[in-house]
């Protein structure tokens, strides 16, 4: 069964640094990635996802991140973060074929931006 | 595309009785998920259908819960006889074909408290 974590539970960087939150994940076949952001009380927005081809992802508010199959790892990047950053962080690994549609989470990385 | 809609927002029930949600996807899509959060854990799946089939299952879904899509649109979960324990958030997404080719729309949620 596949599985992900988030190592890091709470991240604080200053508005206008840089951000990295870590996300490991194991899965036997080839994975399918994603990173969902959750404000609070709020449902999740996907962010961006990773399915093959070019291991540096794209996603939207200026996010990207990289999949590195040597380490297992699917890392979240920002150059430089706003305070409307501040919120949950998921990374989640998708099931594939058999039947299974269903994407399997980390606990979350909680992000605070200080001023 | 009005996003993917729950109803109610909260919840409070005593324990032992019975509760019942709502999830109105975007239209085109013809998967729609259930997920159960707790606090400081991330989403967890719960059951998905493909139009008005129910696929799949979790265990974590257990003879108390009870989810249907009669005609391949909205869906509803049921809980009965609700115990402390159930008090989560369950949130439903929906999505065009499999999630993991595409990822899931989320809605905002159903925060449950069992008093």
Redesign the interface.
Request: aromatic share 22%.
């Given at each position: 069964a596949q599985s992900?974590t988030q190592p890091d539970i709470h991240i604080t960087v200053s508005e206008g640094a840089s951000l990295e939150l870590r996300c490991n994940y194991s899965y036997g076949a080839t994975p399918?990635l994603?990173w969902?952001v959750q404000s609070p009380?709020?449902?999740?927005?996907?962010l961006l996802?990773y399915?093959s081809g070019d291991t540096l992802v794209q996603g939207i508010k200026g996010f990207e991140a990289e999949f590195k199959r040597s380490q297992s790892s699917f890392n979240l990047r920002k150059p430089s973060v706003h305070w409307s950053d501040a919120a949950e962080y998921?990374c989640?690994v998708?099931?594939?074929g058999g039947?299974?549609?269903?994407?399997?989470?980390?606990?979350?990385t909680h992000l605070i931006i200080q001023p | 595309d009005t996003g993917?809609s729950q109803d109610p927002r909260h919840k409070i029930t005593k324990r032992g009785q019975n509760v019942t949600f709502r999830c109105d996807p975007i239209s085109e899509h013809n998967?729609l998920?259930w997920y159960r959060q707790t606090l400081?854990?991330?989403?967890?799946?719960l059951t998905?259908f493909q139009n008005e089939a129910q696929?799949?299952k979790?265990r974590l879904l257990s003879d108390r819960f009870s989810a249907e899509r009669p005609k391949g649109s909205f869906s509803t979960l049921e809980i009965q006889r609700t115990e402390q324990g159930d008090s989560a958030m369950y949130?439903c997404?929906s999505s065009r074909g499999?999630?993991?080719?595409y990822?899931?729309?989320?809605?905002?949620?159903t925060?449950l408290t069992v008093v």
């Open positions: 992900v399918y994603f969902y009380g709020q449902g999740l927005q996907l996802k399915f998921f989640a998708g099931a594939w039947g299974a549609d269903g994407l399997t989470f980390g606990k979350g | 993917v998967r998920y400081g854990q991330g989403p967890e799946f998905y696929l799949e979790s949130l997404a499999g999630a993991t080719n990822g899931y729309t989320f809605g905002s949620g925060r």
